[in-house]
Every structure is written in structure tokens, then in C-alpha cells.
């Protein structure tokens, strides 16, 4: 029976992607690059030959993996060449389903992305850096827009403070997560798994809660919205956001742990840095603590030479 509903799920599928309008500037790329790996595509071409329905299969078999976070998946599967116009659409796109005005795009960052909020949205300002960003895995337009809904969700909550826990910074990057989760169901189903799969390589900051568990919200924000439609009390984005206080109080410990843990680690390294004796050599010339530090070793040699 399983296999039976199986076969008309397949088929439902290939007939609604194909009625689906594809954004023009988005191509598939091969799955092996011929250089590195022959064998896989011969056998890739050898299929395609002899299974006429080999290409609805491999987009059948990426549709069932998409939501699976896995180093395979992110690295080597499912990936689409991205050009500047297709991120500037993809981050209109994303204002456009938030109601908010598209911020001031910036395409060099220190980090994947950041956003810059303003109380006046009009001048939110959206950094990124499109070599991290592929680098890190973002390298499909899903991944992608999941990224600018949770830097543009920043914006959407720039004046809410949730206040169920002592830093409300990562009170905001879990609403953040949340929102990503709620939104990869109300369109159109958004493959999650590369981005919950890079969120897992993240380790816990003062900014930033562990991967792990925003991770987790992400998938919680999936299956909260389902409930919230089912009860009928769905009706705008932030709704999800009911859901929030039952993530945060039943992962309290291990939220707590963490934060414990990098306040530990924090304090630790301030203690370092007051321990380690500075280098005044490798400071400026013009610095005057240099100049001092040098007129004080000078004195010494010159003390040194008088007395022996
Ligand atoms: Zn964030």
C-alpha cells in the first residue's frame, strides 16, 4: 500500500513541477563535475539513456531528501548556479513577503551575512558575502532565501523583546529560526536541510545560541505553524510566535547550560589577555607606549653599560 500511494505521490509531484514556474536565472547544476569523479558520470549518462523517466527521478529523490541535513546533501547534491541578479530577486522576494520595504544591500560582509536594523525599516541595511556564503553550503536559491528570511526577521522583530531568558539576544536568533521554519511551509514547501545543516556547525557565542538547537526550532516552527492552521489561528507570520515560550522552557537546562558555559569561557579569556604581557615591538613607531617602553630599555641598557 505504502509503495502504491508512493507511485501516485511520484506523479503528483512531476505534474506540479512541471506546472511550476521556474525563476530564469536559476540552473540546476550537475550533480558530478565530469573532471572529478568519470565513473558517476557515466553511469549518470548510461541512465539517462536507458531510464526514461531518470530525470523526474533524481528531481523525485531531491524533493524526498529535502528537508535531511546531511554533508552529502549540502556539499554535492541539489545545488543551482546563483548569479547577483537572482540573490538582489530573492532578497525583494523575501521583503516583499514580509511587508517591509527592501533594505540597502551591501555585497561585502566579514561574515555569510549580517543585518544592520533600523527603527525606520526604510534604511535596514543587508550585508553579505556571497563567497562565504557558498562556501558554507548556501548554494541553492532555498538555502539562500531561508538565509534572508532569518537576517530579515531581525527587522520584523526589531521592537518585540520576548524577555524568557537572561540573553535576549538568543531569544531573538531562535524567533529568527522559528520564523525560517514557519516560512518553509506557507508558499510552497522550501528544502530546509542545507540550512539546518550549516546552523549545526555553529557553536553557542554571546550572540548566538548553539546550532544544534536553532536547528531545532527551525524543524518546531515547521510543525507549529501545521497547528496553528489546523486550530485556525494562523493569519500572519509573526502568529509563530506564540509557540516560542514552549521551545524556550522546554529546552530552559540546556539553554541554560550553554550560556553558563560561554560566560565561563568568556571570563577565561579575559583573564588571559590581562595576564600576557604586552608586545610593546610590535606596536607603531608613533605609539607613546612603544616610545616609552623603548626609552625604558634603553635607560636599562645605558644603567647596565655604567655599572659594568
Ligand atoms: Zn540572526
Redesign the pocket.
Known amino acids: 500500500m505504502c509503495i502504491f500511494l508512493q507511485h501516485i505521490e511520484f506523479h503528483q509531484f512531476i505534474k506540479d513541477e512541471d506546472a511550476r514556474d521556474r525563476t530564469a536565472n536559476v540552473e540546476p547544476l550537475c550533480l558530478y563535475k565530469k573532471s572529478n569523479c568519470p565513473l558517476f558520470v557515466n553511469m549518470e549518462e548510461m541512465y539517462i539513456k536507458s531510464v526514461p523517466q531518470y530525470n523526474d527521478m533524481q528531481r523525485w529523490f531531491a524533493y524526498l531528501r529535502r528537508h535531511n541535513a546531511n554533508i552529502f546533501n549540502v556539499f554535492f547534491q541539489d545545488k543551482e548556479s546563483i548569479r547577483k541578479d537572482g540573490i538582489v530577486a530573492t532578497v525583494e522576494d523575501v521583503a516583499r513577503f514580509f511587508g517591509l520595504p527592501v533594505p540597502v544591500l551591501h555585497d561585502k560582509c566579514e561574515t555569510i551575512a549580517e543585518?544592520m536594523t533600523n527603527a525606520n525599516a526604510a534604511e535596514c541595511e543587508l550585508y553579505y558575502n556571497w563567497l562565504l556564503m557558498e562556501k558554507a553550503g548556501i548554494n541553492n536559491t532555498d538555502t539562500l532565501r531561508l538565509s534572508f528570511v532569518?537576517?530579515l526577521?531581525?527587522q520584523l522583530l526589531y521592537q518585540p523583546r520576548f524577555l524568557l531568558f537572561e540573553n535576549e539576544l538568543w531569544i531573538?536568533?531562535l524567533a529568527?529560526d522559528m520564523i525560517v521554519g514557519a516560512f518553509s511551509t506557507i508558499d510552497r514547501d522550501v528544502a530546509t536541510g542545507k540550512y539546518k545543516y550549516i546552523l549545526k556547525q555553529l557553536s553557542a557565542s554571546m550572540t548566538?545560541p548553539d546550532g544544534e538547537l536553532r536547528a531545532l526550532v527551525v524543524e518546531f516552527g515547521r510543525d507549529y505553524i501545521t497547528h496553528l492552521k489546523e486550530q485556525d489561528n494562523f493569519n500572519d507570520i509573526k502568529d509563530i510566535l506564540t509557540g516560542l515560550p514552549a521551545f524556550v522552557y522546554s529546552h530552559y537546562q540546556e539553554l541554560q547550560d550553554s550560556w553558563d558555559k560561554v560566560k565561563l569561557n568568556e571570563m577565561e579569556e579575559d583573564a588571559d589577555m590581562e595576564c600576557k604581557p604586552m608586545d610593546y615591538e610590535s606596536l607603531p613607531d608613533t605609539n607613546l607606549l612603544k616610545q616609552y617602553y623603548l626609552k625604558h630599555v634603553k635607560n636599562k641598557e645605558d644603567d647596565n653599560e655604567h655599572h659594568g
Open positions: 543585518v532569518h537576517e526577521s531581525h531573538q536568533e529568527a548566538h
